[in-house]
């Protein structure tokens, strides 16, 4: 009597890419668990948007159709074990009119590191760009993480530079002392060029290349006025702007530039407070101190909310200021590129 055997078919294992339908709840489950504690306020927005749109099953589909920039946002590779996304990489092209791709989100469950599926996910993407002829490929670090820095940069990515990412968990609940500063005044409609330039000069180059600087970013239109006021009136959150004019230790050449700006956003009954501080070269080691005491002293009568910064963490005088009034260096997030043509 003949016997037939059927075989069962073996489960896929392995690289391939991203289907939003079958993996994309899986894929946030992933992302969770290795970033989950380090997002900001903007990231776990982004990760509930995404928790949603998984729960969404088949009409996902729908919505991509609708949407083609969350649809491009949402391509990428996933690698497969026991039927399971154990490894993920997001890639976004069309960056700078398609020259740069960008990939973001490369995790790797914990019980499946060191076998080499990081390194296959990134070599996957790189050959992507460059068979639709991507100019670059960028993507972004933790200093801390050294294995990962070490996979990148054996795979010819090179280090731009890095952003210091700074927390401070509560304001003081006492002002602190402040002392004048010279030439400290709030900012004008007429000053957004005066800061443009000086953030071009604060900012390496090579930072500004993985994040080009615009001017409009730094003028305020009637409409940022009016938005402003409404927030603060609601009471959401009240933004505070100050500039110091030049003659603060710069050179007589530099005169008429500003020596440094200040930036604060005081949350109200939700979100974080932030802090932007930029102070010329030529005025470091005056001005950080007592702007950040200036910027202490407001949110001490603020709601007591998290106060998140960024800046360049070439820029060791401020992050040393930063570090004496209690903010904590959560991490340090290094932009690096690899020339694909």
């Known amino acids: 009597m003949a016997v037939t055997i059927l ?10 890419r991203l289907n939003p339908y079958r993996d994309l709840r899986q894929v946030t489950a992933l992302i969770a668990e290795t970033f989950g504690a380090d997002l900001d306020a903007e990231g776990r927005a982004a990760l509930r948007d995404m928790r949603v749109l998984g729960w969404l099953g088949p009409l996902v589909a729908f919505v991509l159709v609708a949407d083609p920039q969350l649809q491009r946002m949402l391509q990428g590779y996933v690698w497969i074990e026991e039927g399971r996304v154990v490894g993920n990489l997001s890639l976004q092209s069309g960056l ?7 990939i973001s989100n490369v995790a790797v469950a914990p019980a499946y590191r060191g076998r080499g599926i990081a390194r296959a996910l990134v070599e996957a993407a790189l050959e992507e760009v460059e068979r639709e002829g991507g100019g670059w490929a960028t993507l972004q670090v933790e200093a801390e993480n050294e294995a990962a820095c070490r996979l990148y940069a054996g795979l010819g990515f090179e280090a731009l530079g890095g952003m210091a990412c700074l927390h401070l968990a509560k304001p003081p609940a006492t002002p602190p002392p402040t002392t004048p500063i010279p030439s400290l005044r709030p900012w004008r409609a007429d000053d957004w060029h005066g800061e443009y330039e000086l953030a071009r000069t604060v900012i390496p180059a ?29 009471g959401r959150q009240r933004t505070y702007h100050w500039v110091v004019e030049a003659g603060a230790g710069l050179r007589p050449a530099h005169q008429g530039r500003l020596a440094a700006s200040l930036w604060l956003r005081a949350a109200g009954w939700r979100g974080e407070h932030r802090l932007r501080l930029m ?20 949110l001490s009568a603020c709601p007591p909310r998290p106060t998140v910064a960024q800046h360049p963490a070439g820029d060791q005088q401020a992050i040393e200021a930063f570090l004496t009034h209690g903010f904590l260096l959560r991490r340090t997030l290094v932009a690096m590129r690899k020339r694909i043509r």
């Open 7 to 16: 075989s069962r078919r073996q489960p896929f294992r392995g690289l391939r």
């Open 96 to 102: 700078r009119y398609g020259e740069r791709w960008h």
């Open 206 to 234: 090579l930072l500004q290349w993985w994040q080009p600087l615009r001017s409009e970013a730094f003028r305020r239109y009637a409409e940022d006025w009016l938005g402003e006021a409404f927030n603060r009136l609601i």
């Open 279 to 298: 102070v010329h070269p030529e005025a470091r080691g005056a001005l950080e101190e007592p702007l950040l005491r200036q910027a202490l002293a407001v």
